[in-house]
């Protein structure tokens, strides 16, 4: 008899296991298909917008391009996320690409339309908030509020490879190598001194540059008692405590960095 009692509260303890393991992968799978529609949703409302915007001037063709890089790359990592971490990131991509859409309007002097949901690290990475010209390594270097014809190239704010890029409008997108290589070259921070020391909008130094300010970096440098507005355009907020890192953005695919993707 206690042989029996044993066999069975054996075969009772491996169907409950049995049955937590299926809720459990139940579960998983609901939660990728609710993921991967969310980000289809928002990349086909990015595509809408590219395919119904001509850029009428430098700054806005360029922020459709990149918007257009965007939606390329969101549709490749829609294809190829396997998991809801994945699917988040697509759509943290796509939501990059709306950023740009905003910015192309605006360098057409229309409305920018309606808000759209805060970057991970774009609060922390600053903004641009006055016109800065620099020479370095030979060539000249612009950050400005504003589109121009002499800085063209928008950046919505957020981290890069580890590290913050304020939002703002620039003469060349100095970001990009770290972006595509997913590490920053030497100079990089004294590029970034020398663009942004003593800049309202930016309320951190090389030191915060290097060590990832927005990523816990000693508490937002909050013992400095420097501050910042921060980038406008956001009505909510995207922060996974592992962080959307644009190092990993390079036309498509997975870096293995994570974001909880917030309500859009």
């Not at 957020?158 to 595509?180: C, D, F, H, L, Q």
């Not at 020391?197 to 300010?213: D, I, K, L, R």
């Not at 927005?214 to 405590?241: I, N, R, S, T, V």
Request: net charge negative; hydrophobic share 40%; aromatic share 10%.
């Amino acid at each position: 008899m206690e042989w029996l009692l044993i066999a069975v509260a054996v075969v009772l303890v491996a169907s409950i296991l049995v049955w937590r393991s299926r809720q459990n992968s139940l579960r998983a799978a609901t939660e990728l298909a609710d993921a991967l529609a969310e980000a289809r949703q928002v990349n086909e409302r990015l595509g809408g917008q590219i395919y119904h915007l001509s850029g009428s001037n430098p700054a806005a063709q360029q922020a459709l391009a990149d918007a257009a890089e965007r939606h390329t790359a969101a549709g490749s990592q829609v294809d190829q996320a396997r998991t809801p971490v994945q699917a988040r990131l697509a759509k943290q991509t796509a939501v990059e690409g709306l950023y740009y859409i905003r910015a192309a309007r605006i360098a057409m002097e229309m409305d920018p339309g309606p808000a759209v949901p805060e970057l991970a690290g774009q609060a922390t990475a600053g903004e641009v908030s006055e016109d800065r010209v620099i020479d370095f390594d030979n060539r000249r270097i612009a950050a400005s509020p504003r589109p121009s014809a002499g800085t063209p190239n928008y950046y919505p704010g957020g981290r890069v490879a580890g590290r913050p890029v304020p939002a703002g409008w620039y003469s060349e997108p100095w970001w990009k190598p770290a972006m595509v290589a997913g590490v920053w070259g030497v100079g990089s921070a004294l590029l970034f001194t020398s663009l942004f020391s003593g800049m309202a909008g930016v309320g951190y130094g090389a030191e915060g540059f290097e060590q990832g300010f927005g990523e816990g970096y000693a508490d937002g440098l909050a013992a400095g008692d420097q501050g910042y507005g921060g980038p406008g355009g956001g009505d909510g907020g995207h922060d996974d405590g592992g962080g959307f890192d644009g190092g990993g953005f390079d036309g498509g695919g997975f870096d293995g960095g994570g974001f909880d993707g917030g309500g859009f």
